[in-house]
DNA sequence: CGTTGGACTGCATACGTATGAAAGGCGAAG
DNA sequence: CTTCGCCTTTCATACGTATGCAGTCCAACG
């Protein structure tokens, strides 16, 4: 089929030299005469010459490649982290190996995919929105393959973990409920197999405790956009409804405003408050203008870059678990405060 | 670090056979007695072995990678691509490389991020709201590297291209909007280098014109949100407006929709409908419940794979260039028509 | 029992690059 | 002029797998 494949050889013929001083010109550059190097230079531009990753990698253990698995895209929080990642990873000259597992989450289907990852070589994996067995991480970790769990917390102790601080956001968007002087408190719950789901979740009700308050209604939205749907259905056309509800992420919180305004015909936040977690660009638009818990995808990456770019490169080894701040975004889905906020 | 390799080597010593025995079994299979097919299992598993997808790449030609270059995320069609497109990919075995190339089409930058996915010896590439120098696509072609461009038209002869009918889309919206009794229509345009903007724009005046109307206003988005938000206040602002827009696509759509609502208090479909282009998610939510033109992804997606697969496997070379009929999606931002629709 | 064919198997080499070791060249110092 | 040392270059080999070729084994057939 065509492609006659240029190769090293080919260049160093042309330019009179050797396969290796080509290969050494392209690698460390300076281990080779300026008079050769130009002659190279040329040849190489003349054949059209590019070094061959994929045989460089065999030699050098290293594939500059970066293995991710992904659950889905459909919350818009996701597409922003593939995008920052993977410009991120090209500015380091890394490139990205996208895995999409299938259904949300099951460890099983993460771990066949992880397989197929490591057959490439990766030098590093990020998992976002999934987890994996201990038995596969400590595969991974024999292999010398840095793992990074992005937006999920694992006991692993062999795993890396950069997360947002989850916790302390539902606390604070409970603080921020009750200062406000609701009293029946709702929770659209995600996925409950995610840490994420869970810690946001602790993190709420221990918020509501402290000034003496409870959980009022809580359902299940897995979150997805039409289970949460389902889930604002079942919670607020009961004889008594919540006057305030926490929804797990901000794609679900979308749907319950949907349901709450266009089927029930309640307004926000006048009826009801509504407050998300994550802060995807929908949140800001003005449709929404949903107040929500902010995660800075920038800096999550950040920090996911510098733990795999420590593993990679440095002696490493040292599983980091990063938990970044947040901060509350207030718009127009909560209440002003009645007096100076908290 | 660390990381012992476990290489075919290790699995034919402990299994008692030659490394050519397991390379057989692993990738013809049946090249080999049942017996000894049964050690290698053994071993292999005992080791933990699987095959180097690399080193076999450097020998077959094959990587079973495909490049795809996306230019940004932003607009929710193309999580959508993403995600569809690697997972069909993945069931075919074979794995998708991402590149971002940062500022919209600009062809340079593009040409640069193709040269770096050559490098790694993909078996095709999928350009995803960008296009290339023809240079390149040479290029490309004499490497023997299929290109599929999805969602752009360009003339070079070896580009495959996979569109749907936007010039038809575009002709259909206008019709739509003058069988509603429209008179004022305003165009909110994308970047202007992009295809679809043109043969958007092009059906859409055309549609128009059939019925001896024309442009009213005309304003530049550029695809991006807040762009589209500025366009809106000057189209909107003047002491005449246009009583039905079209935005170019969904993304800036509901950009136009938030001003219009929540900046000028116009009401939408009463005061002025819009319609869109792409049928995003979003667009069936209630806040927006746009009425627009469908892509369909799926289908774009299948023909995008068929074409890749054509060219990689089969004799292939010959360019395809796909044209997917799309379809009228009415919903809440236009009228109801007075009379049975066309 | 000898022969033939088929099914396996192993040997050797190739893919394109990187890299340690050895050889070559050249100028400076003695 | 010799010697030393440094800079450059080449040679040879390795990375892990695939595959043509030749050899081995066994069963079946004449």
Not at 8 to 28: F, K
Not at 256 to 276: C, F
């Amino acid at each position: 089929m065509a492609g006659e494949r240029v190769t090293s050889n080919d260049v160093a013929r042309l330019a009179g030299v050797s396969q290796s001083a080509v290969s050494r010109y392209y690698s460390t550059g300076n281990l080779v005469s300026t008079k050769a190097g130009e002659k190279i230079k040329q040849a190489a531009e003349q054949l059209g010459y590019r070094p061959n990753v994929l045989a460089r990698s065999l030699i050098t253990g290293r594939s500059r490649m970066i293995g991710l698995v992904v659950a889905y895209l459909e919350n818009y929080f996701y597409p922003e982290v593939v995008e920052r990642l993977s410009k991120a990873l090209q500015d380091q000259g890394y490139h990205v190996l996208v895995f999409i597992s299938s259904p949300a989450s099951v460890v099983e289907n993460v771990d066949q995919i992880t397989q197929e990852i490591l057959d490439y070589q990766v030098d590093g994996i990020v998992l976002a929105s999934a987890t994996m067995s201990s038995e596969l991480a400590a595969r991974c970790h024999a292999h010398g393959v840095p793992i990074v769990l992005f937006n999920r917390l694992q006991d692993d102790p062999r795993l890396s973990t950069v997360t947002s601080d989850n916790h302390g956001g539902g606390r604070k968007l409970a603080e921020l409920l009750v200062s406000l002087g609701h009293e029946r408190f709702g929770y659209i719950a995600g996925y409950e197999g995610a840490s994420t789901q869970r810690d946001r979740e602790a993190g709420f009700r221990e918020g509501l405790e402290a000034s003496g308050h409870r959980l009022f209604a809580r359902e299940v939205g897995n979150f997805r956009y039409d289970e949460a749907q389902a889930a604002a259905r079942r919670m607020f056309t009961g004889p008594e409804r919540p006057d305030a509800v926490f929804v797990c992420n901000d794609h679900m919180a979308f749907a319950v405003m949907d349901v709450l305004r266009y089927e029930l015909g309640l307004r926000i936040p006048d009826d009801v408050s509504v407050v998300g977690f994550d802060d995807v660009p929908p949140a800001r638009w003005p449709a929404y203008s949903l107040t929500t818990f902010r995660q800075d995808v920038d800096d999550m990456v950040a920090e996911t870059l510098r733990t795999l770019m420590e593993s990679v490169n440095g002696a490493g080894g040292v599983p980091r678990r990063v938990v970044l701040d947040g901060f509350l975004v207030q718009r127009a889905t909560t209440r002003r405060a009645p007096t100076s906020a908290t």
